[in-house]
């Protein structure tokens, strides 16, 4: 696949970084503004805009398959991804910052009205940021939350805590309730597929998948006995915090804001109406305290600075919070925020990537999420009309994966060996990313 970047900045090399080894890459920007993470990859540079027509014409865009505007400009973003679907007809994905942009864009694809040429896929990567940071906060002690199928499927992580009654149990001797299974274990940093003899861990983060229903009974039985999740503070009222809160609002949830701009406080308690603003400091120890928020059943800092986010975490630690979910830019920071012992880190860049990734496959083939920064993945592949009806004992993948649902028209099937696939049936598939091309290939030639 011909895929053609503009913006050389750190998203463009992170996006350039993951698809690269596969597809050949073009790359468009001003020679100054090109990341040094680009200068290690094999791939094509063109030095110029993007949303020059000579430019364009120079990186190939006749023939590109996918168009990525990824600049920290939204204007010079559409107006090159439009110019782009003119000279050829790439996919395009235009990241934007301004939310505006989303909904007046009467170029887009999904306009009201029909238009010669349009922008296939507009990306907010904050807004990505918040949709995941919510589907985490709301339900209780979960690391991950993805949902698929419209929401009637799930998957879920969670960490074993010591006084686990999972500890030291095999996994096919663990009670767990119908129609869930565990896909995936994250051992020191690792993550591995399981199979029935693996013997859970103390501190091991697995990840369930299943119907929405039965993965709440197990949340219930071994995670937790009731909704805990009562109490909220957010660290950081910038766009996501403001996001965030307009989220919460309306549920049943206790929701207070931290940000330390007199006149970003007021802007905020003008757009919120459930939650209270507090102007001050999240690394103010003594404020903390004063707002209860070591009370908070969830923390969220969602600052613009990695190293702020560490301290806000750390602090609420202390103050007694179980549950602090942290914003980070850096994907390679998500290690340490976890050694330090922050539950849960969260990054626009990974939301980002699945988003593109799910975005970049063909039709029948997709990707619906990436896990443990980007360690694995959830496949979906749509069975070709003609494939041999197999049951899943017979089947013999080239790498390990589990089938962790299959839908057959409206129905949701949590398999096992006896479970039968057929022609049409949607899979979705859990495996290691580097296992997911041999995953793929494997249902293409089936």
């Known amino acids: ?215 709440d009974i197990l949340a219930g039985k071994f995670f937790h006995k009731k909704n805990l999740v009562k109490n909220i503070a957010i660290i950081g009222g910038g766009s996501v915090g403001l996001k965030l809160a307009k989220n919460l609002e309306g549920l049943k949830f206790k929701t207070k804001i931290i940000e330390k701009d007199k006149e970003r406080c007021k802007f905020l308690a003008e757009q919120l109406t459930d939650v209270l603003v507090i102007n001050g400091d999240g690394t103010d120890l003594e404020l903390l305290n004063e707002e209860d928020i070591g009370d908070s059943d969830v923390v969220v800092s969602v600052t613009n600075n990695d190293e702020k986010n560490l301290l806000c975490s750390l602090l609420v630690k202390q103050l007694g919070v179980n549950r602090v979910i942290s914003r980070i830019s850096k994907i390679t920071n998500a290690g340490l925020f976890e050694k330090v012992g922050i539950d849960v880190s969260v990054s626009a860049q990974t939301a980002v990537l699945n988003e593109i990734k799910s975005s970049l496959c063909g039709t029948n083939v997709g990707i619906l999420a990436t896990v443990e920064q980007g360690q694995g993945e959830v496949l979906r592949i749509l069975l070709p009309s003609d494939f041999k009806p197999v049951k899943l004992m017979d089947i013999k993948l080239p790498a390990k994966a589990i089938i962790g649902t299959v839908q057959r028209r409206n129905r949701i099937i949590i398999p096992n060996g006896t479970t039968q696939i057929m022609g049409e049936d949607n899979l979705i598939i859990f495996t290691l990313s580097e296992n997911a091309p041999k995953i793929r290939e494997y249902f293409k030639a089936g």
Do not use: W
């Open 1 to 215: 696949m011909k895929i053609i970047i503009f913006g050389a900045n750190e998203l463009g090399a992170m996006i350039a970084s993951s698809f690269y080894t596969d597809n050949d890459i073009t790359v468009i920007d001003n020679e100054k503004n090109k990341s040094d993470a680009l200068n290690k990859l094999d791939l094509s540079f063109v030095d110029g805009n993007g949303s020059d027509i000579e430019i364009l014409r120079q990186a190939g865009v006749k023939d590109a398959d996918v168009f990525i505007a990824c600049t920290n400009s939204d204007e010079l973003n559409i107006v090159a991804c439009l110019t782009a679907k003119r000279l050829g007809n790439p996919c395009t994905m235009c990241f934007v910052k301004n939310e505006s942009y989303k909904s007046s864009l009467g170029i887009a694809k999904e306009a009201d009205y029909n238009a010669d040429f349009y922008i296939d896929i507009v990306i907010l990567p904050e807004e990505l940021l918040t949709q995941e940071i919510f589907r985490i906060i709301t339900v209780a002690k979960a690391l991950d939350v993805e949902n698929f199928a419209g929401g009637r499927a799930r998957l879920l992580e969670y960490r074993i805590e010591e006084d686990s009654v999972l500890v030291n149990q095999t996994i096919k001797d663990c009670t767990f309730p119908k129609d869930t299974l565990i896909v995936g274990i994250t051992r020191d940093e690792n993550l591995f597929v399981p199979d029935g003899n693996t013997v859970l861990n103390s501190d091991d983060k697995v990840i369930f998948m299943g119907l929405a229903h039965s993965l």
